[in-house]
């Protein structure tokens, strides 16, 4: 047994000092070597070039080699794909290999690397997501193998190093709708410790100094998804343009949302992101500041101000995504809205946008439509006036597909709805029950038990009231043939004891003076 463990012992220490003797001759060999490392700039270009499958440039090499931790200026390094586009380029790199690590690793390790005036283009899709210029778009599966570019090996590279940074770097961001943003970052900071990785990122726009400020922590490889798990904290102060707006619109909308919401002036937020369970989204909560907000609303734009909500909502690879906005305040037409909450959907990219609220008072909103002059002189304009439209709608369901907006749907239930007379179809106070509409028409189920009344304006002087009533009210527009028609299913009124049923129809012309009413 002494004998055994007295050979294990003695090949550990042949083994330590053969490891030693090798370590030292490769530390003097670099030594001895590093300073011609610069006349194989074009050699080292040649192989990383190979090795990613892109076209590699480099300016100059300058390497010195101290202890175990030999270091590297690169000026001038850039990326290109076959086709000659920028994929990045780099305008010095100064970088200290970690020579222990490396070995361990079987590839190189950097424990420190500063980058200095990066440069990227990144360009937005129809459907909303963002790539990096210069690589395809497609998946890799679907490319040939002398046009697949394979960025791997690089990427091993940044994750297995301890310290990254990048110093004023330049990212430009090429929307779908056409607009370029610039962003001037001073620091950006990637640090890793195993599986561990945290990125640090602050941003100035125009003249604005840290107007972006993230935070991105990750446990795994970021290529894995089904593993991998973040969480992060972004925040924009009086991040001075739209841009935002807009691509978070065109991410969640496709292609139709390019000019769906718009803003103007400053933009704040505070917004926390949690990766879900095997990489199957995002969870998100926050809240968000516009000094304007622009929705479009028919064929106009109404401008919401001093715009303000809490956020709350989730993404799925899928494309599915829900964005909840809370105590919503902003200002129209100097009419004030205060803590309305609505909550935006879809099932997928381009897919239709629904949207839901838990109450909605009636009057406010036909105040608020016709100040800010959304619906010009017409039909619908002339009903909104003449109905007048009191009460509450709640739990209200409003479906809009996105490339055809004509064919909308709203649900809802009405609570103590009261409208007045139009052409023919009487006033009526107290109306509970539930509504579905859509352009083509809809209907009204009855349900009131709390009072209800009827007023045939100008044929009876006063109202008919009744304690309960009950009953279907369906309307059809066709306006291609100049018709409304109303009709009922069986109505109920009841007075005490007594009980009154009877049905209901009205045809009258869609365009005013063109018809008889019947």
Known sequence: MKRTLHKLVKWCYLLTALALILLAVLVQSGRSFSHVLGDYNQTIADYLSHKINAQVEIGTIQAEWNGLKPSLVVDKFRIQSHEGQTIVVVDQARMRFDLLKSLRNARLVWSYLSLDRVGMDFIQTEEGS????????????????????D??????????????????SRLRFNFANGQQTLLDSPYVLL????????????????EQPRSVHLILEGQGDP???????SKGYLQLN??????????????LLGDAGKTA????????????????????GYDLSGRLALQRLSVPIAERRVALDDFATELTGYWLPSGEWTLGLQALKAVIQEEQIDDVNIAFSAAGVNQPLSIQMDHLDLASLSQMIASSGVLTQGALSEVLTSLAPRGELRNIHFGLPLHNPGDWQLRANLEQVAVDAWRGVPALVGVDGYLQADKKGGFVNIESRSGFSMHYSPTFDDPMEYERARGQVAWHLLPEKNRIYV????????????????????????????????
């Open 130 to 149: 963002w790539h990096l210029a210069g690589l395809p778009v497609v998946p890799d599966e679907q490319l040939k193998d002398d046009k697949r570019t």
């Open 191 to 206: 640090e890793n410790a195993a599986n561990f990785h945290r990125l640090s990122l602050q941003v100035d726009v125009d």
């Open 223 to 229: 290529r894995k998804q089904a593993s991998f798990r």
């Open 487 to 518: 009709n009922s299913g069986l109505l109920e009124f009841q007075r005490g004891e007594e009980l009154a049923q009877g049905y209901m129809w009205l045809a009258m012309p869609w365009k005013r003076n063109t018809g008889d009413i019947d």
């Open 238 to 251: 009086r991040f001075p343009t739209s841009e935002p707006i807009a691509a978070a619109t065109a991410f």
């Open 261 to 280: 919401l718009q803003s103007e002036g400053s933009l704040d937020a505070n917004i926390w992101f949690e990766s879900r369970a095997s990489g199957e």
């Open 151 to 168: 960025l791997n090996s690089l990427i091993d590279t940044l994750l297995l190093s301890s310290r990254i940074e990048l110093q004023s």
